[in-house]
T-cell receptor, first 112, second 110 residues
Framework: EAQVTQNPRYLITVTGKKLTVTCSQN?????MSWYRQDPGLGLRQIYY???????DKGDVPEGYKVSRKEKRNFPLILESPSPNQTSLYFC???????????FGPGTRLTVT | SQQGEEDPQALSIQEGENATMNCSYK?????LQWYRQNSGRGLVHLIL?????REKHSGRLRVTLDTSKKSSSLLITASRAADTASYFC??????????FGPGTRLSVLP
C-alpha cells in the first residue's frame, strides 16, 4: 500500500531535550516536505527536499533541522525543543513539486 | 509570503445543499490545489488546477481559478454528512515551496 508513515504519532517532551520525528514514504517520490499545523494558521512549511542530499528552508525553519540521506526517509530534528514548537506536524511527499502531495497521519508534539 | 486565505472560515449547511469556499492568494502561481482534512488527520488531495486553466471538475467538485483576481473557489454539490471536514487551498509559485491557507471548516448537517 502506497503510504507516508510518521513516528511517533504522539510525543510529550520537555524543553531542550533533542528529538527526532521520522518520516518514510514507499512511493519512490523525489519531493518530501514537513509542515506544522497550528489553530487558525493552517499548514506552514518547515523544510522541503527535492531529492537525496538536497534540502531547503520553507516559511518557518527556525529551530528545526532535516536530512535526506535516503530517498524514502526525511527525518525532522528538533535539537532543543521549546514550548512554541508544540504543534501538529505533517510529513508529505510527491513525485515532484507542485503536484499532488501525499500526507502522513501526523505527529502531535507537546513541549513542556 | 504568498499565503492563501480561505473564506469563509466556517460554513454550516444542510445535507443536499451546495457548499462554496473561496481562496485568495497574493503572488503569481504555478498550480493551485485543494485538500480536505478530517479532524486532525492527514490531508487528502482533492483537485489540482493549473494557472492556465479556468475551471475543473471532479465528481461533485468544481474548482474555478481567476488569476486576474488571484482567487479560486471550490464548489461541492449535493453535500453529504461525510463531506464534513476542513478544506485548504495550497499554492506553489514555480518554486519548490508550498503555501497553505488557514482553511474553511465545513459542517454538513443531516
Amino acid at each position: 500500500e502506497a503510504q507516508v508513515t510518521q513516528n511517533p504519532r504522539y510525543l510529550i517532551t520537555v524543553t531542550g531535550k533533542k528529538l527526532t520525528v521520522t518520516c518514510s514514504q514507499n512511493m519512490n517520490h523525489e519531493y518530501m516536505s514537513w509542515y506544522r499545523q497550528d489553530p487558525g494558521l493552517g499548514l506552514r512549511q518547515i523544510y522541503y527536499s527535492m531529492n537525496v542530499e538536497v534540502t531547503d528552508k520553507g516559511d518557518v525553519p527556525e529551530g528545526y533541522k532535516v536530512s535526506r540521506k535516503e530517498k524514502r526517509n526525511f527525518p525532522l530534528i528538533l535539537e532543543s525543543p521549546s514550548p512554541n514548537q508544540t504543534s501538529l506536524y505533517f510529513c508529505a511527499s510527491s513525485l515532484s513539486p507542485g503536484i499532488e502531495q501525499y500526507f502522513g497521519p501526523g505527529t502531535r508534539l507537546t513541549v513542556t | 509570503s504568498q499565503q492563501g486565505e480561505e473564506d469563509p472560515q466556517a460554513l454550516s449547511i444542510q445535507e443536499g445543499e451546495n457548499a462554496t469556499m473561496n481562496c485568495s492568494y497574493k503572488t503569481s502561481i504555478n498550480n493551485l490545489q485543494w485538500y480536505r482534512q478530517n479532524s486532525g488527520r492527514g490531508l487528502v488531495h482533492l483537485i489540482l488546477i493549473r494557472s492556465n486553466e479556468r475551471e475543473k471538475h471532479s465528481g461533485r467538485l468544481r474548482v474555478t481559478l481567476d488569476t486576474s483576481k488571484k482567487s479560486s473557489s471550490l464548489l461541492i454539490t449535493a453535500s453529504r454528512a461525510a463531506d464534513t471536514a476542513s478544506y485548504f487551498c495550497a499554492t506553489d509559485n514555480y518554486g519548490q515551496n508550498f503555501v497553505f491557507g488557514p482553511g474553511t471548516r465545513l459542517s454538513v448537517l443531516p
